[in-house]
């Protein structure tokens, strides 16, 4: 109806109704036509048939009978008898009674441009013209209305197409799609019917038989049943060997001869069971849907036979090993010594982008290697590779089995291979839980290969540091140094990244943190992993987990982000899901510190939802963590999932695990403070560090329980845990991003506690500092908290309230609305309280607010002289006094002299 309401405003214009058989195209092209005839204008109609295809302009000329001239036919009467052919202007022999297709084109490009201007002549008053079943239309036709899209006629005229989009030729499509993209053509698609949906519109009732009758795949499988035998089987071979082969090859998987293929593909064509792509690209099913429905209730012998008949038809054809894999796999036929290197060919090429085909590739091959030559070096090189594939593609349980056969067979010669299987099955195993397993793995072949380390030795260095770092145990901290010596020896690039990222780690986790080296050794692994090609980087991942965990331990946050985000797009590409969690959980860490924590929470339910599936344990609780602080920070009455799912993470972790690792003490603990429980919180502190001063903690991460410590004291109004608050809770040659904040804040929270709140907001206030050059959002909005608790508390009101203002910025930027409604309800507090301040100062000293001169003013006008009076007495201009008034009434908020007298009166 816009279209028109538009008709004479512009050119003409083409509306494309799009919609299968029953859509309703037909009915409204005739309510568009009753509209516009209602309107005053003319509404000519026409149909294409597919008996009318090869008569040039035939879906125009129907709907416009006798208003075009006769078009010329594209076969001339033969010339008089005894004429010699004639030569064209480009010297092409034409014989007598056919036109050459350059003047059949010139004469087709002067029939279009005719048929242009009678268009325009007759929309001279407005034309509505619907063309009908246009996919049927004839390739005359559908070049006149491409033109027409191209060219829009400037006059009112209005062209509506409807057709089945899906039996459109592609010149027709292409046609509608460039004159979408050119504003010209206004598309309208029109949903098929539902079942239920045209019963109610035919007013049948519910219990119809028609309508609770067999789903539509029976029907279709009825049909396909009564074709004939050659068109069942071509049916069921494209079902088999896919879309895009043309009839000679479907004819050798189908078993039956090409010309009977041919006939065959004709029938399907015309019934609508199959279609032709474009030119040169073979054929398909009519729904994509329908090859796996045919598929499965085809015989399974007769399955089997296609399949071996399509490899031999891919064999042909060049076609990818994985492509061979398919039908080999579906063709129960890998035993065979080829069928076998075909499989593992195509494994090897899908390891890197889809690992879990690839162990369904290899599964078959290995279980046939492994029966026909026992146990030998090919069924250990299979072995190998069926676990990583397995493992990769997140099947750890089974993958880590397959290695521990391979490393108890694999002879003790192959020392590089051996090195690798070992540090991915340890890999495997601390994700697992099985870190004592694991670490006995770990620590034999480290001494088997003591004498003459290879480079893959670096990798089981770099396995025992993560499988620390996910249980919170210690490990060598002279690795790195090891590391670094093995990479330098052997000029391994990979081996020595590692190295370098472990040498960074060991500075940051060691009893003695060396904050520069750290630096130092972070940046210069960054540079070495940004500068590596991603698909160099996928093979050792977990380098780049390291890096990030390193870099989030020394405050480099952005850097940790960056480095964790490119690990997860890594991974999904080449579609590994066995370190997904660990990067996603690191991922939700960062976001922790700097917001936001909706980002944190779908890092953590990723990364949960996948160590689930995995049986990943360690991850699937640091994850719990994740999503307990969560529910801490953004809903007040969200403490009791809070504590339950922080409890939660620290029963999903394996036995022995030391839960600083991912923290889920550290949100039990946080939880238990918002629940009010401050001496709870306290305890659980206290037990995971192994003592007031944490020593079972490494120092680098000793000041953020510290501070949830002291934090909890100053809760409480105790000093349970004493320390000397004057004092730096850690010596300053730590980092100062990370550690330095939260160390302020501890000792803040003891001055707090210890009643120093002077020198508690200082504190705060460099904390806060701190904090805001490391981007530490969420911190720093619980600092400036505290510090305004603090100023409310030594009455300093308008100083808590303008700390409030950039806590609440913060803390809606950080995602918490539990520390936003905190702060706000201390804002409204301190403004009433600021409030009754003033309201009481203005009545214990009225006429504090005024100036000198304003004073004297009011003392006057308050013993009842008159503006003139009192001018006179201060030698003023009466207009000079009756300003000081108005200033005067506006200050004190009062009204008239009478109010002032009484005001001066009450104060005397």
């Known amino acids: ?90 010297g092409t022999v034409v014989p007598h009674g056919y036109r050459s297709q350059i003047a059949l084109k010139q004469e087709m490009s002067a029939d279009t441009e005719e048929l242009r201007g009678s268009l325009a002549e007759l929309a001279h008053d407005g034309l509505v013209l619907t063309l009908d079943d246009f996919h049927w239309a004839d390739a005359e036709s559908i070049e006149l209305l491409d033109h027409l899209i191209r060219r829009p006629i400037p006059a009112p005229l209005l ?34 019917l539902a079942l239920q949906r045209a019963a109610s519109l035919l007013a049948v009732p519910p219990q119809h038989d028609r309508i609770s009758a067999a789903p539509a795949p029976h029907y279709i499988l009825a049909e396909v049943s009564a074709l004939p035998g050659d068109d069942r089987a071509v049916v069921a071979a494209l079902s088999v060997l896919g879309d895009g082969y043309g009839a000679h090859e479907l004819a050798l998987v189908a078993g039956i001869p090409a010309e009977a293929a041919a006939r065959s593909l004709n029938r399907l064509v015309s019934g609508g069971l199959a279609r032709t792509a474009a030119p040169g690209h073979g054929y398909h099913l009519h729904r994509p849907d329908l090859a796996a429905l045919l598929y499965d209730h085809t015989d399974p012998q007769w399955r089997a036979g296609a399949h071996r008949r399509a490899l031999d038809v891919l064999a042909r054809h060049s076609a990818s090993p994985a492509a061979h894999a398919t039908h080999i796999d579906l063709a129960q036929d890998a035993a065979g010594n080829e069928a076998t290197r075909r499989l593992i060919r195509a494994a090897e090429r899908s390891m890197w982008s889809a690992p879990g085909a690839a162990a369904d590739w290899l599964r078959p091959a290995y279980e046939s290697t492994k029966a026909r030559e026992g146990q030998g070096p090919a069924t250990d090189r299979l072995n190998l590779l069926f676990a990583r594939a397995l493992i990769l593609s997140g099947q750890l349980v089974e993958g880590q089995r397959l290695l521990r056969t391979y490393l108890q067979s694999a002879p003790r010669y192959r020392r590089r291979s051996r090195a690798a299987a070992a540090a991915f099955c340890g890999l495997v195993e601390g994700l697992l839980g099985h870190q004592e397993e694991a670490n006995a793995l770990l620590t034999a072949e480290l001494e088997e290969l003591a004498h003459d380390p290879p480079p893959e030795t670096v990798g089981i260095y770099v396995t025992q540091c993560l499988i620390a770092l996910l249980h919170g145990r210690p490990w060598d901290r002279t690795a790195g140094d090891a590391a670094a010596r093995i990479a ?45 090609p991603d ?11 390291l890096l990030g965990r390193c870099e989030s331990l020394l405050g480099r946050f952005a850097d940790a982000r960056r480095h964790f985000e490119r690990g997860i797009a890594i991974l999904r590409a080449a579609g590994h899901t066995h370190l997904l969690p660990l990067f996603l959980t690191g991922l939700g860490t960062v976001y922790a510190h700097i917001g936001p924590l909706d980002e944190m929470r779908r890092a953590a339910r990723e990364a949960r939802r996948i160590a689930a599936k995995t049986d990943a344990k360690p ?105 000397d608050p004057r004092a730096q809770v850690l010596p300053p040659s730590l980092p100062k991003t990370l550690l330095s904040p939260y160390s302020f804040a501890a000792r803040a929270h003891a001055l707090r506690a210890q009643g120093e709140l002077s020198a508690a907001v200082k504190a705060y206030d460099e904390a806060s500092e701190l904090m805001s050059r490391a981007g530490m959002i969420g911190a720093r909005a619980k600092t400036l908290l505290a510090r305004a608790e603090c100023a409310a508390e030594l009455g300093r009101h308008k ?40 309201a009481a100062d203005r009545r214990s000293a009225p006429l504090g607010e005024l100036t000198d001169r304003e004073r004297e003013v009011a003392d006057l006008a308050g013993k009842g002289l008159r503006t003139k009076d009192i001018a006179k007495a201060l030698e003023l201009s009466p207009r000079t006094v009756d300003v000081h008034l108005n200033r005067i009434y506006r200050k004190l908020e009062i009204r008239s002299r009478a109010e002032l007298a009484h005001l001066i009166a009450t104060a005397s």
């Open 1 to 90: 109806m816009a279209a028109l309401d538009s008709l004479g405003r512009g050119p003409s214009r083409v509306i494309e109704v799009d919609g299968d058989r029953g859509a309703g195209k037909t009915q409204l092209l005739g309510e568009l036509r009753q509209e516009a005839r209602q309107r005053g204008f003319e509404t000519p109609h026409g149909r294409s048939t597919p008996a009318e295809q090869h008569t040039p302009f035939r879906a125009f000329t129907s709907a416009l009978p006798g208003r075009f001239a006769p078009l010329p036919p594209l076969w001339k009467p033969a010339a008089p008898t005894g004429s010699r052919p004639s030569l064209t202007a480009c």
């Open 159 to 192: 062209i509506v197409v409807s057709c089945r989009g899906r039996q459109a030729p592609p010149r027709l499509r292409g046609a509608l799609t460039k004159g979408t993209r050119l504003g010209t053509v206004a598309s309208m698609k029109l949903p098929s």
């Open 488 to 532: 330098a020896r052997h000029q391994d690039r990979l081996a020595e990244i590692g190295a370098l990222v472990l040498r960074a780690l060991c500075r940051v986790l060691g009893p003695v943190p060396g904050p520069e080296s750290a630096e130092r050794a972070a940046s210069t692994c960054a540079a070495a992993i940004d500068e590596m």
């Open 535 to 545: 698909a160099l980087v996928a093979q050792h991942p977990e380098y780049l987990a």
């Open 619 to 723: 991850l699937y609780g640091a994850a719990l963590a994740l999503e307990s602080w969560y529910a801490a920070c953004t809903d007040r009455d969200g403490s009791k999932t809070a504590v339950r799912l922080a409890w939660e993470a620290i029963a999903a972790l394996p036995p022995g695990t030391s839960s600083w690792s991912m923290a889920p003490c550290w949100a039990l603990a946080n939880a238990m403070r918002l629940v009010g429980d401050a001496q709870q919180s306290a305890s659980a502190v206290v037990a995971l560090g192994g003592g007031q001063s944490l020593p079972k903690l490494p120092v680098i991460l000793r000041p953020i329980y510290l501070e949830m410590l002291a934090d909890a004291d100053a809760e409480a109004g105790t000093i349970e845990h004493t320390w």
């Open 799 to 838: 100083e808590a309230i303008d700390v409030l203002i950039t806590c609440k910025m913060l803390a809606q930027k950080y995602g918490s609305r539990r520390m936003f409604k905190t702060a706000v309800d201390l804002e409204r507090d301190l403004r009433s309280r600021t409030s009754e301040d003033a």
